[in-house]
């Protein structure tokens, strides 16, 4: 199977002196990785659907050779290290190293209030949620503080990021891929599995459409295919992206006119009160003029 081809050419690689091998997972799908030993699967489990079925290696005393160099446990602690949220400082050193490597110059007030955005009042930093946001920052030319506060912050950004992707569907398809990734959501801010089937029963007589839809939105890393024996499921890729396909019909577009709006509002706010500290300066100079006099 593609799997166990997967494993033996990752065995050749941890077998070769000059070779490192770094191999990025989400923890949810670690349980992929038990077919590397032949460990026992519960068959049918809902909590892993993908175990319902055996390797067609597992249950031998070693059925992995290659592995023996960690072991044959690809999930000891040994060679298992997590990867968590980023602290303000160190998402701070994370943007300035890898703007400095690709010679995107940030403006340090530009990362302090990114950084601020991104960390919210958890005062930590999801990598995902900065990868997404730092290519929408590129991707956009945006470098400096007031650019940032013109696209609407973090949450324009993030918004036309996933237009981008809805609009990737085609003009004929973007409603259905709307549709899908709010159907992919629920009122608790969770990411429900569903099959194509269960997507299908939503969309009526554009239901045709789903297959392309779903293949553009996992290609594009937005939304992960599940395998399971019986049907594939499908679920939203983060739980941060929640609460922005929460939009009803998911108006991303008005909400990136809202956000404009408000930071329009606020510039004009502020030179506003720019005008008025000046009128009350030339006011005061006047009067002392006056007493002068």
């Given amino acids: 199977s593609e799997r166990r081809q997967f494993f033996e050419f990752l065995g050749e690689c941890l077998n070769t002196p000059s070779v490192?091998?770094?191999?990025?997972?989400?923890?949810?799908?670690?349980?992929?990785?038990?077919?590397?030993?032949?460990?026992?699967?519960?068959?049918?489990?809902?909590?892993?659907?993908?175990?319902?079925?055996?390797?067609?290696?597992?249950?031998?005393?070693?059925?992995?050779?290659?592995?023996?160099?960690?072991?044959?446990?690809?999930?000891s602690k040994h060679v298992r290290y997590p990867l968590g949220n980023f602290s303000r400082d160190d998402a701070k050193s994370v943007i300035e190293q890898l703007t400095k490597q690709s010679h995107f110059y940030l403006e340090p007030a530009l990362i302090e209030e990114l950084v601020q955005d991104l960390a919210g009042e958890f005062s930590e930093v999801r990598p995902i949620e900065l990868q997404v946001v730092g290519a929408q920052l590129q991707a956009e030319s945006i470098t400096t503080l007031e650019q940032y506060?013109?696209?609407?912050?973090?949450?324009?950004?993030?918004?036309?990021?996933?237009?981008?992707?809805?609009?990737?569907?085609?003009?004929?398809?973007?409603?259905?891929?709307?549709?899908?990734?709010?159907?992919?959501?629920?009122?608790?801010?969770n990411r429900p599995l569903k099959t194509k089937a269960e997507l299908a029963n939503h969309l009526g007589t554009e239901a045709d459409k789903l297959e392309l839809v779903l293949r553009?939105?996992?290609?594009?890393?937005?939304?992960v295919k599940v395998p399971d024996i019986v049907a594939h499921r499908y679920q939203l890729v983060h739980d941060y992206l929640v609460s922005y396909l929460r939009q009803p019909e998911l108006k991303l577009d008005e909400l990136i006119t809202k956000l404009k709006q408000a930071d329009q509002a606020k510039q004009v706010l502020e030179n506003t009160n720019q005008k008025a500290t000046h009128q009350i300066k030339i006011g005061s100079a006047v009067l002392s003029l006056t007493w002068v006099k």
């Fill in 216 to 223: 553009i939105l996992v290609e594009s890393g937005l939304v």
């Fill in 149 to 189: 506060w013109e696209g609407g912050s973090k949450q324009g950004l993030m918004a036309r990021y996933l237009t981008g992707v809805v609009e990737d569907c085609g003009p004929q398809n973007q409603q259905v891929a709307k549709r899908v990734l709010y159907l992919l959501t629920d009122e608790k801010g």
């Fill in 20 to 75: 490192k091998v770094i191999l990025s997972m989400r923890e949810d799908y670690l349980h992929y990785l038990l077919e590397c030993d032949g460990r026992s699967r519960s068959v049918g489990s809902a909590e892993s659907p993908a175990f319902s079925e055996r390797a067609p290696w597992s249950g031998s005393a070693n059925p992995m050779l290659s592995m023996e160099i960690i072991g044959n446990d690809i999930l």
